[in-house]
């Protein structure tokens, strides 16, 4: 088994790219034609050579990565048909909708079709009609669809959401690892795996169970940086939940909750307030369960609450928030929910709110789990999962590490705590010990809630009557607030330092927690910061109009009312933003939009371009921003590139070489400034660039440059501090390496 990451992927398509280059650009060729994008995302290209060369694979790519399109262009560029390998009705038809919506020949076979309509389906395949067919592994396992197939045609077979395979994976379904019969079955051809989570122990089972000859294992970054990720405290659920949903007033999202009773009541609630929302859990009814998730897709309601029972069938792309109003069994659970958001690749965001409680929730849930070594593996789920919760670190950077990655940057400025959101306490050992002190007074008799009251100096009616008023350790945290207190006790909890005990959740201090009163355990305390939430920042907005996009969105409603299929099928937000971004008015531009592939250019290229010209005209402004003259010889290529997150190195050698300014190359890649000048900085440096006029103004240039002779190399915040913040940071980055180059050739 052979394993390639990010960065090792680039040196395997290196050494095989002389034999590939031909098999790669019919890939791109298919890729643009059906699916309106010039470019590959991190690791498609290779994934989709090795489907190409019948080598059995496993691709790990993150939610939204676009991991189907690993298997979904190949079955396009070869001969025969594709089997995909598929553990939900829902999600079956919401692919094939997609697909069908681009002239892609694709169908389904699944219990919820007549008999007419299987038929229907089976002579597609024996005429040659059909290039992907999606099926249930139970389905595809019976006797008579093996039969079938044996006289068809078949190109190779990709078993999506492959975690399912393995007993580790937080989605195990024991029918999965029966699909290791194909092997013998169709020993012709090449099997390949897909999913979004999967650990390092998790691919080697998956790797082992389906018997894959030789595998490649394909493993992308498992950061999601359009992802926002906070963690609150639960306080008040209902209203911490409207504080996110009142950030995104015309946005979809999820909410989720644990128990069937509170989707219920938390659904209920939301709706009161004046949300449009939907339950949907186990409990509901096919038909109910069918309702709710058919009306989030079509937008006719705004939020979805939900167990996690809800999700894996659901490929909208523009969901613009998810909310655990409590904490998950897992990381991987998280990774996989909170991965629901942003799959086109705009920003994003995660909240969760959690308490010590939900812990014990999830234990309980448990009991009943008779193989102790899966109740050992779910037990160390969830402490990790206590760990995230409470930690002081880079959430990013803590999901990565679960599944074996680092984070290069140092802050990844899209979480609570590189937000500065969540800060150190002042002194997290002298208030650790106050607490625990606190317990210990109490005789470990009271819950969290109780002890909190104590250390506030609280004279309640209880307090008074237990004479806990005369406890040394009583007010020793008078001055603080009373949300913050329990905070630091769940933190205590989630560390290990207290437990909580019996029917009424009594506190006790753990062995760990004695170490810290004797000042030989130091904990990490975080503190809430009181002032309101930090917005990311989000330049996925520039450029764009907001008032055509949010026409352009009303389009797109119509024009999916009339085709009967998701909002999100007709176009991404993705690709309405580029819309409202370049405004094309030919269809010459409007093909250059990444995400208008041919048959959509055929079937709504019209529509979209009279809503265009008309917005255009009322607003007097013009159109076609970005294309034509103002593009200069950018290649139509370039200019449609879909954003992703792989290194755009060539693109942006050839812009440079241009010098075009940061803005420009900005709005032609799609790119932030910040991006562009991360870049620009390793062009100046390579090349030894000293003059940089036409990227930095000179009077500019003059200022930081006095900064950066009195402060030195002190780091971007110290200078943007230095020159009080009216320097924006990717011109501070330009001119700091050109200062740079110039003093070491001094």
Known sequence: MAIFGFHSSRQYRSMSAAGLSETAE???????????????????????????????????????????????????ARDGLAIVVSPLISLMKDQVDSLTSIGVPAAFINSAQTPDEKRIVARQIRRGELKLLYISPERLLQPFTLDFLRGVQLSFVAIDEAHCISQWGHDFRPEYRQLKTLRQEFPG???????????????????????????????????????????????????????????????????YC????????????????????????????????????????????????????????????????VIHA?????????????????????????????????????????????DESVRSTAEQSLRSMQRYCSSVRCRHQMLVEHFGQTLQAERCGACDVCLQEMTPAADSLVIAQKILSCVIRLGEKFGASYTAQVLRGSKGKRILENRHEQLSTWGLLKDTSETQVRHWIDQLISLGHLRQAGEYQCLQ?????????????????LCVRTSETT?????????????????????????????????????????????????????????????????????????????????????????????????????????????????LAEDYLQLFEEQ??????????????????????????????????????????????RSLERLGASGLKTLFDDLGGTVPYHELRIVAVAWGLRRESQ
């Open 26 to 76: 019919k890939l791109r060729v298919h890729l643009q034609r059906w699916w309106g994008y010039n470019e590959f995302r991190q690791l498609q290209l290779e994934s989709m050579q090795l489907v190409m060369q019948q080598r059995d694979s496993l691709t790990v790519l993150p939610t939204g990565g676009g991991k189907s399109l690993c298997y979904q262009v190949p079955a396009m």
């Open 189 to 255: 051809i090449s099997v390949h795996g897909y999913t979004a989570t999967a650990t390092e122990q998790v691919r080697a089972d998956i790797v082992e169970q389906m018997g894959l000859e030789s595998a490649e294992v394909l493993v992308g970054s498992f950061d999601r940086p359009n992802l926002l990720y906070r963690v609150e405290r639960r306080v008040d659920v209902i209203p911490q939940i409207r504080q996110v949903l009142e950030r995104h007033s015309k946005d979809s999202g999820i909410v």
């Open 258 to 321: 644990i128990s069937r009773k509170k989707v219920e009541s938390t659904s209920e609630a939301l709706n009161r307030l004046g949300f449009r929302t939907l339950p949907y859990h186990a409990g509901l009814s096919d038909e109910d369960r069918r309702r709710s998730q058919d009306a989030f897709i079509d937008e006719t309601v705004q939020i979805i609450v939900a167990t996690v029972a809800f999700g894996m069938g659901i490929d909208k792309s523009n969901v613009r928030f």
């Open 326 to 370: 409590e904490m998950p069994k897992s990381l991987e659970h998280y990774q996989q929910e909170s991965g629901r958001a942003g799959r086109d690749g705009l920003h994003a965001e995660c909240t969760m709110l959690y308490s010590a409680g939900d812990a014990e929730t999830w234990k309980y849930l448990m009991q009943d789990v008779t």
């Open 509 to 525: 201090v753990t062995t760990t927690g004695r170490q810290v009163l004797r000042g030989t355990l130091t904990p990490e305390l």
């Open 535 to 647: 917005e990311q920042a989000d330049d996925s907005w520039a450029g764009v109009d907001r008032s055509l996009f949010e026409e352009l969105r009303g389009l797109r409603t119509r024009l999916a009312i009339q085709r009967g299929v998701p909002p999100y099928i007709i176009f991404s937000d993705a690709t309405l933003r580029a819309l409202a971004r370049h405004r094309p008015t030919s269809a010459a531009t409007l093909q250059q939009v990444p995400g208008i592939g041919a048959k959509k250019l055929q079937d709504l290229g019209n529509a979209v371009l009279d809503e265009i010209r008309r917005w255009c005209q009322a607003n007097r402004v013009a159109g076609d921003v970005g294309f034509g003259a103002a593009a200069g010889s950018l290649s139509p290529a370039l200019l449609a590139a879909a954003p992703r997150r792989s290194e």
């Open 660 to 705: 075009l300014s940061m803005e420009e190359i900005a709005v032609q890649l799609d790119r932030t400034l910040e991006t562009v000048s991360r870049h620009l900085a390793q062009y100046i440096e390579t090349r030894r660039i000293r003059d940089i006029d036409m990227w930095v103004d000179p009077v500019v240039q003059q200022r930081v440059e």
